[in-house]
C-alpha cells in the first residue's frame, strides 16, 4: 500500500510572516536570515508524510491545527486530511501565542 502523501500549501499571511521575519534578521545577520527561511522550508515540506506526529496548537486544542517549531519560531498549520492538504497558517516567534481569529 502506498504511503498518503499531503500537499504543502503556504496562506497568503503565513508566506508574508517568513518573509517579514527573514527580512527583519537579515538586516543584522544575513546569514541567520538565509539558515532560518532555509531551514522552515524543509522542516515544513516534511510533514508531508506525517503531518500529525507535531504537537497541537496549545492556544487552540484543535487536532488539526498544529505547530511545527523552528526555534525560536513557531510554524502553525492546519491539517485537512481529507484533502490530503496541509495548509501553514502563520510563522510566529515562540514566545507569542496565535491570536484567537
Known amino acids: 500500500m502506498a504511503k498518503r502523501e499531503y500537499h504543502v ?52 486544542q484543535n487536532r488539526f491545527l498544529r505547530e511545527l517549531v523552528v526555534s525560536p519560531y513557531r510554524v502553525i498549520y492546519r491539517v485537512l486530511a481529507a484533502e490530503s492538504r496541509i495548509e501553514v497558517l502563520a510563522v510566529v516567534h515562540s514566545s507569542r501565542l496565535m491570536p484567537e481569529s
Open 9 to 60: 500549501y503556504w496562506t497568503q499571511p503565513a508566506a508574508a510572516d517568513l518573509l517579514e521575519t527573514a527580512a527583519f534578521i537579515r538586516r543584522e545577520q544575513p546569514a541567520a536570515a538565509l539558515r532560518l527561511y532555509d531551514d522552515v522550508s524543509k522542516k515544513t515540506n516534511l510533514l508531508r508524510h506525517h503531518p500529525l506526529l507535531r504537537r497541537i496548537a496549545p492556544e487552540f
